[in-house]
């Protein structure tokens, strides 16, 4: 987790949070080779922050905003925690935001 802050040249450091617990970390050895799915929930909850998911749920990832930038230092993250995680395929929303940002991510 880290909150959004003002760093000292007057830029802002944007609030992420990422979730990802033993055994979804389990899973995404086992299951996330393949076939990933990045799912947004697109505000369905009272609060304005996007939440996304890897499915089955393996991770959970919040960010301030729907960028790419924010979408990609969160995949990294996971990417961090699980060195061997490298899918073939991903299935996403069409979101050009979420594209560019898995192909980044993963090349």
């Known amino acids: 987790y880290r909150p959004s802050q003002e760093e000292e040249d007057g ?9 990802q617990t033993p055994w979804q ?5 086992l299951y996330g080779q393949h076939m990933c799915l990045l799912d947004e929930t697109y ?4 609060n304005s922050l996007p939440l996304y998911f890897l499915y089955a749920p393996v991770g959970v990832f919040v960010t301030q905003t729907e960028t ?5 230092e969160a995949l990294k993250v996971f990417q ?10 991903f299935m996403v929303d ?4 979420e594209i560019s940002a898995l192909e980044e991510v993963f090349k």
């Open 80 to 89: 961090k925690w699980n060195s061997d995680w490298n899918p073939s395929h």
């Open 94 to 97: 069409f979101c050009e935001a």
């Open 11 to 19: 830029s802002v450091l944007k609030m992420l949070l990422c979730l």
């Open 43 to 46: 505000r369905a909850g009272r």
């Open 25 to 29: 970390k389990r899973l995404m050895l």
């Open 68 to 72: 790419k930038e924010d979408i990609a």
